[in-house]
Structure formats: C-alpha cells, structure tokens
C-alpha cells in the first residue's frame, strides 16, 4: 500500500498570505494525485487532479505541482474561505490512499 | 446536475451490521465507479472499497476485506455498502464519492468529483 505523507499537520497563516502544502508517496504514483478541500460538516471537494489540473470551478488562486513522490498543493493569497482541511489521495492498481490532512487555520 | 444522496444515520449494536446507500442522479450510472470512504471522529478520510455498477465488479481495502459488500441495482442507480461485525471503532461518516469510468477502455480516473452528503454510523451497546 502506498503511504502518503503530508505536512505540516497545522498551518497558521493570515488572510493575503501564501499557503504551501506538500504531500510525499512512499514509492512513486506518477502525476496521478488529487487533492481535496473539507470543511467541518461537509464532504470533501476536488481541487486538483493528476497533480496540476483544477477542477470544475475551483479559483485560480489554487495550484498544484509534482510528480513522482514529491506534490505540493499552493494557495496563492487565502481568503477567508479557504481555512479547511486538505487532503492529498493516490490510487494504484488495487487500492487507494489519502494523507492524513493538513489542517490550514487562521493565525 | 450529478448529485449522490446518502440514507439517514444509523445507531447500531456492537457486533451488528449496517447497510447504507447512495443514489445517484444527473448522470449516467454506468459511467462511473462508486468508492465507498469513511472518516471517523476528528480523523482523516479512509477509502473502504469501490464497485463498478456496470460490471457488478467490486474491490476491497485490505482492511476491510472480509468484512465489508459493496454492491450497486443498476435499475434504481443506487450503490450499497454494509459492513458487519460493527465495533465501537468503526463509529464514523460515511462517504460515497464517484470517479468516471469508459467501459469501452476500461479506464477509471483517479479521483472523486462527486461525493454525497455522508451518513454517520454510530456503535454503541
């Protein structure tokens, strides 16, 4: 099973600032990573596909880059609506993986 | 639009079993697969196992093999996960998501776009 790493755990930032988040694979998963936003209460939503590819209405102030093992998820200057959890996912062949979350709280 | 509803909360005995289902609409229910994740109390997001409805075909996370059926009625584009055995750990909501799927290459892409509104199962004696 592949592991994913994200860090750090907690990122305590101001509205305006720059947000970056990373995620490690244990082995490689190609550019084939999602990352997800949640907040408390809902479900999570798509930001980014196959490492760099924003979903259906996801501002461009969200970015992601990597390949291979080494992902970053990169919120450009928060809005106050972007304190939330967010989670990096793999999928190989026969199973499925997410990190274990970083949490982006206000400063 | 594409929307997943979940069925209500469940309350369940330890050693029970729970069945929760997700029907879709807005979509074509054999263009997709539906993966079933669960998310216990202050923790992250653990995926359980997904199903291809048009195929009938389902695979399980290691941890849950044994343990957990995902099934899907074609007829009402409706997806079922029961998991037995409950135990106080296994306390959480339960999330389906759908990923896309071309049955004529087989290929499934490797994220959720869709997910519903989750159902929290709570074990308790």
């Known amino acids: 099973e592949i592991v994913l790493t994200q860090s750090p755990v907690t990122l305590s930032l101001s509205p305006g600032e720059r947000a970056t988040l990373s995620c490690r694979a244990s082995q490689s998963v190609s550019a084939y990573l999602a990352w997800y936003q949640q907040k408390p209460g809902q479900a999570p939503r798509l930001l980014i596909y196959d490492a760099s590819n924003r979903a259906t209405g996801i501002p461009a102030r969200f970015s992601g880059s990597g390949s291979g093992t080494d992902f970053t998820l990169t919120i450009s200057s928060l809005e106050p609506e972007d304190f939330a959890v967010y989670y990096c996912?793999?999928?190989?062949?026969?199973?499925?993986?997410f990190g274990g979350g970083t949490k982006v709280e206000i400063k | 639009q594409v929307q997943l509803v979940q069925s209500g909360a469940e309350v369940k005995k330890p050693g029970s079993s729970v069945k929760v289902s997700c029907k879709a609409s807005?979509?074509?229910?054999?263009?997709?697969?539906i993966s079933w994740v669960r998310q216990a109390p202050g923790q992250g997001l653990e995926w359980m196992g997904r199903?291809?409805?048009?195929?009938?075909?389902?695979n399980y996370a290691q941890k849950f093999q044994g343990r957990v059926t995902i099934t899907a009625d074609k007829s009402t584009s409706t997806a079922y996960m029961e998991l037995s055995s409950l135990r106080s750990e296994d306390t959480a909501v339960y999330y389906c998501?759908?990923?896309?799927?071309?049955?004529?290459?087989?290929?499934?892409?490797?994220?959720?776009?869709?997910w519903g509104q989750g159902t929290l199962v709570t074990v308790s004696s």
């Open positions: 998501a759908r990923s896309l799927f071309d049955i004529l290459t087989g290929y499934e892409v490797h994220f959720f776009d869709y």
């Open positions: 807005g979509g074509t229910f054999s263009s997709y697969t």
């Open positions: 996912q793999q999928r190989s062949i026969s199973a499925l993986t």
């Open positions: 199903i291809i409805p048009i195929l009938g075909r389902a």
